[in-house]
């Protein structure tokens, strides 16, 4: 009999944990849905199967056709998620053996003895909150605790209130900036616990003590990961404190790496996932070459210093920014340039420069933020917003985004 395929769209709750239970126990294929996407365009590359839409959906897309057969796959494919945030469209597709493989590698770092619980605030759309805290918790019995519905209040309120020494809590920098204000103004003190993973975003070592300190959190770690790698790449240990901001620790010990001449550090191993699906075709993957500046220390340290592609990595959220300034310029007729601007508290926040146009009226401000939130399903901070008479551009008139950052930071509003 054909496994169902459930493609979900939602937040944390009480559906997606028995959705995520059924997948790890053979009876269906998840595929995992960020607000704003509703591509079903590669369901006639996975297995055949009964197709269902669970959760939050505003209307059912409508299915493609069926074709002959499949792609013969190297296993079966249990969870899919997009890789590149709310305007990806790349599906990777990862086994139970990749995952169980990378929690495998992540674990090994810490006492498990000590960890009967895990909070989430990572939503189950990311590989984050999916594979390390609701899988992470089907695989090895320890009870998941996290607020239903979207990010908010609510979370911290919920993490606040626990009193749970075995508790591993689970987030971007984001979201333990975001409880650290929330108890300065609520004036409560969150109980001492084991141990907390950051990840999505790079942290600072101010950050990380921070979590001992006011959150009282024994021994966090950091980690660094891909949605093709199902997802830990690198780990710095708990209770390992970083030098500097960026650092991101070892290789997983079930990785092997080798730097690939022109084209950065390749890692392959058994939790790289299962395939990549990138419009109408499937790839295989046997390594994952990153897109990112990572160089190892003479301690062994690995750091991250940025990315080699043009993305903005907000609190974990990735967007690509040609894709941004294509939304704008379709749905508003402008000329843009969007910059990553480092951030304290989300790790970069989006700049935009537009271009005025003597023949036509300028869109408001209000209005680029409008479609960057119907794209996004984010909001943005409109500090960082310029308008200017040309954009831009290196000697052959491509557009500069390093002048166009310069310029947002020397002209602070």
């Not at 297995?47 to 069926?66: C, E, K, N």
Request: with cysteine; charged share 20%; proline share 8%.
């Amino acid at each position: 009999m054909a496994k169902p395929v459930v493609l979900w769209k939602g937040y944390h709750g009480s559906e997606i944990a028995a959705l995520a239970r059924a997948a790890w126990e053979g009876g269906i294929r998840l595929i995992c849905y960020p607000p704003g996407v509703d591509d079903v365009s590669f369901l006639p590359l996975l297995p055949p199967g009964p197709v269902s839409f669970r959760g939050q959906w505003d209307s059912v897309p409508t299915l493609p056709l069926p074709v002959e057969s499949a792609p013969s796959y190297p296993d079966e494919p249990m969870i899919g998620l997009f890789s590149s945030g709310t305007v990806g469209r790349k599906l990777v597709l990862a086994s139970k053996r990749n995952v169980e493989a990378s929690l495998d590698g992540i674990l090994s770092l810490f006492e498990t003895e000590r960890l009967g619980a895990i909070f989430c605030y990572p939503q189950p759309f990311h590989t984050f909150g999916l594979v390390l805290g609701y899988l992470h918790s089907i695989r090895h019995g320890r009870e998941l605790l996290a607020a239903p519905g979207r990010y908010g209040s609510a979370q911290h309120e919920l993490r606040n209130r626990l009193r749970r020494p075995d508790l591993m809590t689970l987030g971007t920098p984001t979201h333990f900036h975001d409880w650290r204000a929330y108890i300065r103004t609520s004036g409560t003190a969150p109980s001492a616990s084991y141990t907390a993973i950051l990840g999505g975003a790079p942290v600072a070592p101010e950050l990380w003590q921070a979590l001992r300190e006011e959150l009282h959190i024994e021994s966090p770690s950091i980690g660094y990961g891909a949605t093709e790698a199902s997802p830990g790449l690198t780990h710095l240990p708990p209770g390992q404190m970083p030098l500097e901001i960026g650092e991101i620790g070892y290789p997983l010990p079930q990785l092997s790496v080798q730097r690939v001449p022109g084209a950065g550090l390749a890692f392959s191993g058994p939790s790289v996932c299962l395939a990549v699906i990138r419009g109408e075709r499937i790839e295989f993957p046997k390594q994952i070459v990153l897109s990112d500046d990572v160089s190892e220390r003479p301690d062994g340290v690995w750091v991250y210093r940025g990315r080699l592609e043009h993305m903005l990595n907000r609190g974990g959220e990735k967007f690509p920014l040609a894709a941004l300034e294509d939304a704008l310029r379709g749905r508003l007729g402008i000329e843009t340039v969007c910059v990553a601007v480092p951030d304290h508290r989300l790790g970069e926040e989006l700049g935009i420069i537009a271009r005025t146009d003597k023949s036509a009226a300028l869109a408001s401000r209000e209005a680029v933020y409008d479609v960057l939130f119907e794209v996004c399903q984010r909001d943005f901070d409109q500090k960082w917003f310029r308008t200017v008479a040309e954009l831009p551009r290196t000697d052959n008139a491509k557009i500069d985004r390093s002048a166009a950052l310069t310029q947002l930071l020397e002209d602070k509003e």
